[in-house]
């Protein structure tokens, strides 16, 4: 008998920052069609779990762990029993760089189970209670199926925040993703929580949030609907300043000290102004107006870290 095999593929988030520190926090990003998550799933014809990693693809113990964790806890929710599977993952970007890549893995995973059992494919809700994603940005779970750049609605009676507008991105635009040759610290899991508790209880961080929110609900969407460049980039980069000082004591300033902060500078210094860090970093974005532009920065930026040239996705229907 052929055994079904499902592939499914995802993007990742570039997120332009939290518009407070508290819940239900709030932001913007936007979903792009690099670095790519790609795996695939069948039954297993073994009675145990696998999960596999295509031409020595690099990953830790830990990932396996949170992939075959979150295969029983889907196993256990939809009540199936007998039944193994068998993960080739074939593309995953680096770990915790900040665009978002726990979170489209997760998805991909749950998304692909489900095909594989034609179950309803709720995969928000899943994302939210089988993987814990969601808890201070929705966008890479909303944007995993729906693409676009998404601003979010706070609410504090639900999980996971609405979609507050949905936009697409102009064709031609082009954003740069940057990383460090050398790894760094990354903040996640216990990390970041302690970060989050020790900032729900300070004080003054939120002095700039009615001109975050000017930009968030105002600025930035017009700039997109009248395809403005210029008026794009200056809000994404002024947004991401802003919502960096909230995290100043946890990271030294705006962004991150080091290299994020360093290259920062220089792309302003370039004349780049729709430049930031994404969440934690330490990966930096950089739009630009055109496919052209975007590779002669590229050229120019090879020594400074790993370059890449991302197209934003353009936003879709929910499939279910």
Not at 80 to 107: K, M, V
Request: charged content about 25%; aromatic content about 8%; overall charge negative.
């Amino acid at each position: 008998m052929h055994e079904s095999v499902i592939t499914v593929e995802a993007g990742s988030r570039i997120h332009f920052g939290l518009l407070s520190t508290r819940p239900p926090f709030g932001g913007a990003g936007v979903m792009v069609d690099r670095p790519v998550t790609k795996l695939s799933v069948t039954r297993s014809q073994v009675d145990s779990d696998h999960v596999g990693f295509i031409d020595a693809l690099e990953h830790s113990a830990e990932l396996v762990a949170r992939v075959e964790s979150l295969v029983r806890t889907f196993r256990e929710h939809f009540q199936i029993r007998d039944t193994f599977y068998r993960l080739s993952i074939e593309s995953l970007p680096a770990s915790h760089c900040g665009f978002g890549s726990g979170t489209q893995l997760s998805l991909a995973v749950l998304d692909a189970l489900c095909q594989l059992h034609a179950l309803p494919c709720q995969l928000p809700d899943l994302a939210v209670r089988l993987a814990g994603r969601g808890k201070r940005s929705a966008v890479g779970v909303h944007g995993y199926r729906r693409g676009g750049l998404i601003i979010e609605e706070p609410n504090e009676n639900r999980v996971l925040n609405d979609i507050k507008d949905h936009l697409d991105v102009p064709t031609g635009w082009r954003v740069m993703l940057l990383t460090p040759f050398e790894s760094v610290d990354s903040v996640s899991g216990s990390v970041e929580k302690k970060h989050f508790e020790e900032l729900a209880t300070a004080e003054g961080l939120e002095r700039s949030r009615s001109d975050m929110e000017e930009m968030l609900y105002d600025r930035l969407p017009n700039s997109v609907h009248s395809e403005d460049f210029d008026a794009f980039a200056k809000v994404v980069g002024q947004y991401n300043e802003l919502s960096g000082r909230m995290f100043a004591s946890m990271q030294g300033g705006s962004h991150r000290r080091g290299w994020v902060g360093d290259t920062i500078t220089h792309l302003r210094e370039g004349g780049y102004l729709g430049v930031g860090q994404s969440s934690w970093g330490p990966g930096v974005f950089a739009w630009v107006p055109s496919e052209a532009v975007a590779f002669q920065l590229k050229s120019m930026m090879t020594d400074v870290g790993h370059v890449e040239v991302a197209k934003p996705i353009r936003r879709r229907l929910p499939a279910c």
